[in-house]
């Protein structure tokens, strides 16, 4: 009894297997590609590159002197053919259908093809390897509950741009610095603290910096056709000059200034984590204090990029 319950589960499983086979062989289809007038000769080779409709590539060959190219075992869909010489895009096909069981016959006459025509892919990964600059423009913020001490300060605003000259050594690594300015302030808690006689409404900090800073860049998704620019990560040490730091208290139509104010050891590091023309940021002072009798600038602040490519 149990002997043949054993031989009937291997059955259903041998059928099941042969099933499922046969199911995916059903399912797959060929391209072939005739390559006409073959005028080049072993030296100068074709690139054929098969991609899905989300533009994920699927399929790459390099061929040398060959008059037709297989693509075997494609599941049935539309797909986008693109042939190169030389690494410079010549010819694409678009919506290129193939059935199940069937043999997708494409004509590719190479005399026609245009070796001018640069692909986006390979022009940006030259780019990668030499200097270039960006353009960001920036905001942010530091909240209390983010700081695990105390703070008089309530809440932080910084915007500001940066100019980024950075060059590749390498496509995974790049070294350069951020140059820019930057204009914030900073709203104390009401009562917390007062260089006054009496209370005013609204206290804060105002300040308009020039910073600079030594930059490591570590590229973890390089560029391509649909994201013109890489994915990285931003490592950065530098000093921020003060242009103007000012204490200000409102209340009313009263209001009262300090303009002696002077911080001239910011020593600041940052990170940022970019995504294309998106990065987030977080910078750490690493010296921040004003003169004695004022409050601490926030130590930890958080903020976002968007990231304008200059070349």
Not at 33 to 56: A, Q, S, V
């Amino acid at each position: 009894m149990v002997q043949n319950i054993v031989y009937s589960v291997k059955f259903i499983f041998l059928l099941f297997l042969s099933l499922c086979s046969l199911n995916t062989y059903s399912q797959q289809g060929k391209i072939r590609l005739n390559l006409n007038d073959n005028y080049f000769n072993d030296t100068i080779p074709l690139d054929i590159r098969l991609y899905r409709k989300n533009d994920e590539l699927i399929y790459r060959a390099k061929i040398n002197n060959e008059s037709t190219v297989y693509i075997d075992s494609l599941k049935p869909d539309n797909y986008i053919l693109k042939v190169y010489i030389r690494g410079k895009q010549g010819l694409t096909y678009h919506n290129v259908k193939v059935i199940a069981d069937s043999l997708t016959i494409l004509e590719c006459p190479l005399s026609s093809l245009n070796p001018e025509l640069i692909s986006i892919e390979e022009e940006y990964s030259k780019k990668r390897e030499g200097p270039e600059a960006e353009l960001s423009f920036f905001c942010q913020t530091f909240q209390p509950q983010l700081s695990p001490k105390k703070e008089f300060v309530e809440s932080a605003y910084v915007f500001g741009m940066r100019v980024s000259p950075i060059y590749y050594p390498s496509k995974q690594y790049g070294i350069g610095s951020h140059i820019g300015t930057s204009f914030g302030f900073n709203n104390l808690k009401k009562g917390g603290f007062s260089l006054f006689p009496y209370s005013f409404k609204h206290e804060r900090y105002y300040s308009w910096k020039f910073f600079v800073a030594f930059n490591n860049r570590f590229v973890f998704k390089q560029p391509s056709e649909k994201n013109h620019q890489p994915w990285f990560l931003d490592i950065s040490l530098g000093y921020n000059f003060p242009l103007i730091y000012r204490y200000v208290a409102i209340e009313g139509s009263s209001k009262q200034m300090i303009r002696s104010i002077s911080n001239y050891k910011d020593f600041s590091a940052m990170a940022r984590l970019a995504f294309g023309f998106i990065s987030f940021n977080a910078e750490y002072r690493l010296t921040n204090s004003l003169k004695t009798i004022f409050p601490e600038v926030p130590h930890l602040i958080l903020g976002i990029d968007f990231i304008i490519p200059t070349n």
